[in-house]
């Protein structure tokens, strides 16, 4: 079982910069794929970005070039560095957790981009 704990999220100007955090339960992380989705209300879950287990990382295009993820094993967390955020970056974003076909997501952390 892993329990997944997102944080990080606030508001925060268009421009600017935000952490994201996914603090995860269990032996398993180093094992685990972890991506971060994100919600409008309304709207479909639309994935943002993924890093494998060795660490190879892939971005939706929307937010290519301005967002990063990273993990630290010794720490099992995952994080979402946000730059340049936008407006139409405002949604609820989680963390997910793939250990071979089992699925595991958080409970999200909300993220506000207003002036």
């Known amino acids: 079982q892993v329990q997944l704990v997102e944080s990080g999220g606030g508001l925060v100007q268009p421009g600017g910069s935000l952490r994201l955090s996914c603090a995860a339960s269990?032996?398993?992380?180093?094992?685990?794929?972890m991506s971060w989705y994100r919600q409008v209300p309304g709207k479909q879950r639309e994935w943002v970005a993924s890093?494998?287990?060795?660490?190879?990382?892939d971005y939706a295009e929307s937010v290519q070039g301005r967002f990063t993820i990273s993990r630290d094993n010794a720490k099992n967390t995952a994080y979402l560095q946000m730059s340049s955020l936008k407006l139409e970056d405002t949604a609820v974003y989680y963390c997910?957790?793939?250990?071979?076909?089992?699925?595991?997501w958080g409970q999200g952390t909300e993220v506000s981009v207003s002036s």
């Open positions: 269990g032996r398993i992380f180093r094992l685990a794929n």
């Open positions: 997910k957790a793939t250990v071979g076909r089992v699925v595991y």
């Open positions: 890093i494998t287990s060795g660490s190879s990382t």
